[in-house]
């Protein structure tokens, strides 16, 4: 059974820095380009930020580029970000998924973890 568990989220004030994680089990997590996506109150759910299975190769949304950090350990099977300096516009649940390249749509999906940046 495919697993994708994140955790990590909570209450920060404005300029404050968080590290969400997404634990996977039952897929080969290797092989698998892992994204982060995040949906706002009333808005639809973007993608935030994505890393490719292997090289390294990353991806940033405009809005949290030279904030937020994608990384990922193979050996852990799991995906991190660092969220640095937080906005208010931050705010919303933050989801991470597997998809099979930095091109297709995840299919594999965690249950999200909310993220709130308020004063």
């Known amino acids: 059974q495919v697993q994708l568990v994140e955790s990590g989220g909570g209450l920060v004030q404005p300029g404050e820095s968080l590290t969400l994680s997404c634990a996977t089990s039952?897929?080969?997590?290797?092989?698998?380009?892992m994204n982060w996506y995040r949906q706002a109150p009333g808005k639809e759910r973007e993608l935030v930020a994505s890393i490719a299975s292997i090289g390294g190769i990353t991806n940033y949304a405009d809005s949290v580029k030279g904030r937020f950090f994608i990384s990922r350990d193979n050996a852990k099977n799991t995906v991190y970000l660092q969220m640095n300096k937080l906005k208010p516009e931050d705010t919303g649940v933050y989801y991470c998924?597997?998809?099979?390249?930095?091109?297709?749509?995840?299919?594999?999906w965690g249950q999200g973890t909310q993220v709130t940046v308020s004063s």
């Open positions: 039952g897929l080969i997590f290797s092989s698998y380009a």
């Open positions: 998924a597997a998809a099979r390249s930095l091109t297709t749509t995840p299919h594999r």
